[in-house]
């Protein structure tokens, strides 16, 4: 595989909508072929699957559907656009990939990792992002974020802050656990800052 996969990683309202824009403006202009991509979701199953994730149920949904439902949509992810795409050269720069199920279902559902990281396994094959960047900001940032948006929350997003509170422990965990593919932007910074941190990270990438 040649080209380089990169994930972007955070809680509610971290903003990495805006930074997956800038980050695909940034390595175009370094000449990379660019798949933009999402999890869950990024093929018409995912798409599917993550409708299913995201709509707020009276019934609920049993954690163990929802960590497989993740990886269902992961394995097709994998197959139709990841691979493919990796084995043409090109750059992935998909919003979220493994590292938010440890951090979602692990942590915040609390869940069991070791059962997590035998699907993970067992689902991506050796596949691993070269490059991470976690926005990374408090809790109560995030959340007064989504709630300016004037929009319905989805599943996730109604959840309670200790929750994320939860995920976000996870997240930063993971970063001082493998600080060389996960790079921690400070997220509560202005939009110019955040980007010079985001471009020092793929500089060095690059």
Known sequence: MNGKFISIEGIEGAGKSTQMRFIQSFLE?????????REPGGT????????????????????????????????????QVIKPALARGDW???????????????AGRGMNLDRITSISDWTLQGIR?????????PVDVGQTRVMKRNQEKDRFEQEKTAFFEKIRQCYLNRAENEPKRIKVIDASKSIDAIA???????????
């Open 44 to 79: 018409a199953l995912g798409e599917q699957i993550r409708e299913l994730l995201l709509s707020p149920r009276d019934e609920g949904m049993s954690h163990d559907a929802e960590l497989l439902l993740m990886f269902a949509a992961r394995a097709e992810h994998l197959e």
């Open 129 to 137: 992002t070269d490059l991470t960047l976690l926005f990374d900001l």
């Open 92 to 106: 992935v720069l998909s919003d979220r990939f493994v590292d938010a199920t440890f951090a979602y279902q692990g």
């Open 29 to 37: 202009q370094q000449g990379k072929t660019i798949v933009v991509t």
């Open 196 to 206: 010079e941190q985001v471009t020092a990270a793929l500089t060095e990438l690059l």
